[in-house]
């Protein structure tokens, strides 16, 4: 994508989306761990609701690496794939007091170790906990992504990460992956997106545009 398109996309993001951020809420990188650990296919506002109340309960590693499987399994039961999510979140605890002294890792590599933690996951951490620069590939900024041209439909959410830190400043990386959240969440949606009033709509590659028109 040539540059002058680049711009134009940033532009509109920066006018819609001025304060895009992380909206999982957490106090520490512990709990930010643990709350991305946690979306995985389910809405932030999910997992708000559940840690505004696992949060109260469980406040270091220790008290996530000791709890009883089936006690964290019946704290986390009001989310997708809870029973799954229980267990990384033990076996991940129980590896950063093994492994990290007991302390979340920055390292990008070193936080993909840990059981649960993929590549999507182990980028918002270094973004939001360390403000290194990453751009993780969730659903919206892969669908995004795709139809704004950055990547082809084709392309796999790596290629499509690499293809976004080619075209992208660095220095833009963390806030345009928020901005890119927001846009696929309450402007770009998967189903029924906001084409009628949408800037962008003369560089979108979705061929269905025209039918949400
Ligand atoms: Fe999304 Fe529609 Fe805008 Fe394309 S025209 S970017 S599909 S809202």
New binding site residues.
Partial sequence: MNKEKVKRILDVFDDMYPDAKCELIHRNELELLIAVMLSAQTTDASVNKLTAHLFEKYHTVEDYANAPLAQLESDLHTIGLYRNKAKNVKAMAEKLLADYHGVVPCDYDALQTLPGVGRKTANVVVSEGFQVPAIAVDTHVER?SK??GFAFKKDSVLTVEKKLQKAIPQERWIKTHHQMIFFGRY??KSMN???QN?Q??DI???P??KK?L
């Fill in positions: 995004i139809r704004l402007h770009c997106p906001s084409c949408c962008l709509i979108c590659k979705e269905k545009r949400y």
